[in-house]
């Protein structure tokens, strides 16, 4: 979707690049291009990667991106290992479409994330570093199968509802790039409830597989959203810029309201002892849950979850391991740049 990284100038690292500070009608021109630039986003419009942003706009962006195009990188980890152990070649096939479907969805966010003028070498390196963070989720194991389909449901379902607000992003390359990514998405949390609930008409240990997993990824799923509105960071300069639509704690909401009654169909319950409906919230009422255990969020996300150093090292591994397949298309587009040149 995206095939060209562009080197975009902003005032602001043109100062300080300058080593100066800006003077009065340096100001004052930032100042016009920032009210332009907020009614832009007030009248829903889609700022390009050749406008005038603010640099605190443009932060915000690669920060989010970039972790978003992570987190479907390492995302492609959990089940990979899975494709050789799928039951029928049906679920292999349809495991081996999604774990690419991830590889490609990384692919289009780096590409947008480039048109910010960032190159995707130095994005890669502050993941394999460690600098760069990517979804919590990533770092739990699958220990069944049933874990494959419970990816699919729950945190493919708590994915989409995060990610389709993002289709209306007001950065306009990250909001096409979604567009075509919660299209693949929906084929996978519907492939994840298909195989649930295939296995929840088997045999006793096959629905007991299917509530063992469900037990363990319920609560992380939960935390996908982010932690509440308050205590989260970035929530009010993305949702003032347009990046960010609907709020952590909405959207989470939205989640288990929708959640729970397909849980109900495919008869397993959910580990929340406080989860009840509550018909006095709001016109249609709301599903009440119960509290979310943000000390293993944190614990998770500054790297100490089960599976962050496994995780890590194999996303560096592969990159190592792939290092002769970049050189080996380096070379050959500088081979035929020459004979271009000679033709010419």
Known sequence: MYTQALDIPSPDRDDAARGGPRSLAEQQRDAAYEAEFDARVARGEFVEAKDWMPEGYRKTLVRQISQHAHSEIVGMLPEGNWITRAPTLKRKAILLAKVQDEGGHGMYLYAA??????ARD???DALHSGKAKYSSIFNYPTLNWADIGVIGWLVDGAAIMN????????????ARAMIRICKEESFHQRQGYDLLLTMMKGTADQRAMVQDAVDRWWWPSLMMFGPHDKDSVHSGDSIKWGIKRISNDDLRQKFVDATV????????SLPDPDLRFNEERGERGHWDFGTIDWSEFRNVVNGHGQ???????DRVQAWEDGA???EAALAHAEKQRRRDRLAA
Do not use: F, H, M
């Open 307 to 313: 599976c962050n150093r496994e995780r890590l090292a």
């Open 261 to 268: 009654p397909q849980a109900k169909l495919l008869g397993i």
């Open 324 to 326: 002769w397949v970049r």
């Open 122 to 124: 130095d994005l890669v």
């Open 163 to 174: 990610q389709i607000p993002l289709c209306r992003c007001s950065y306009g390359p990250y």
């Open 113 to 118: 994330a480039e048109t910010l003028g960032v």
